[in-house]
């Protein structure tokens, strides 16, 4: 079972306020992800991290940023939170090396923006 | 084109039926591939990875992958109730790009009793 969790699970926001989204595993990978997850559509990746202090975007263009200070922890924050945002966010995480892994996702955060 | 096609569905069946899950992908840098279940307002469980074609079997989860063909089952074998979930097709590439997941739009499965 993956240690890797989220927080907050759902959250209703208005328009203009800004929020982070929490992600943290205790398994001591290297690589964390997030993904955006419209209903009824596919995962896209929008953000990665190798590793503390090393932050990539993803394949689909995000307003957000994210950061890593830490192994465990990898945030995500959107500055001024707009209708459009409204999607689940799922992070995950895996090992550096290749052969036989697995990449965990934890349960997602839906956000919806008013 | 999606660099992953996935057999949109809906699939409904009856417990104990076999199941069978499609996709097809365009990308030759693939050099792994996943099924992931999904369950309503949860994350993605991994229930199957491959790195190679061939046959994968575990339980009565079966992942078969023909490169030459660039075309990824999953199949499933006496179908239950508490299958019925949607399910995603992934593929990725290794070295840099390893994590970096490209998923199909995923199939909704409904097992009935």
């Known amino acids: 079972e993956a240690d890797i969790y989220q927080t907050p699970r759902y959250l209703v926001i208005g328009t203009g306020k800004k929020i982070t989204l929490e992600c943290s595993q205790t398994m001591g990978h290297d690589k964390m992800y997030w993904y955006q997850q419209d209903p009824g559509m596919e995962l896209h990746l929008i953000h990665y991290?190798?590793?503390?202090?090393?932050?990539e975007k993803g394949d689909l263009s995000s307003e957000s940023t994210v950061s890593r200070i830490r192994t465990e922890h990898f945030p995500l924050t959107l500055e001024s939170a707009r209708p459009s945002h409204t999607s689940q966010y799922l992070c995950?995480?895996?090992?550096?090396?290749?052969?036989?892994?697995?990449?965990?996702f934890g349960e997602g955060s839906w956000l919806t923006v008013v | 084109q999606k660099e992953v096609e996935q057999d949109p569905g809906p699939l409904s069946v009856p417990e104990g039926a076999i199941v069978s899950l499609n996709c097809t992908y365009s990308n030759s840098a693939f050099q792994y591939f996943m099924w992931y279940r999904q369950y309503s307002r949860k994350g993605p469980e991994l229930l199957m990875y491959t790195y190679s074609s061939g046959n994968k079997e575990d339980g009565r989860f079966t992942a078969q992958v023909d490169k030459s063909s660039k075309y990824i089952s999953l199949f499933i074998r006496d179908s239950q109730p508490s299958d019925s979930a949607t399910y995603l097709c992934a593929g990725g590439a290794g070295g840099t790009s390893y994590g970096k997941l490209t998923f199909g739009q995923g199939t909704i499965l409904t097992v009935h009793p």
């Open positions: 991290s190798y590793g503390v202090n090393s932050t």
């Open positions: 995950a995480s895996s090992e550096h090396r290749e052969a036989g892994n697995t990449i965990y």
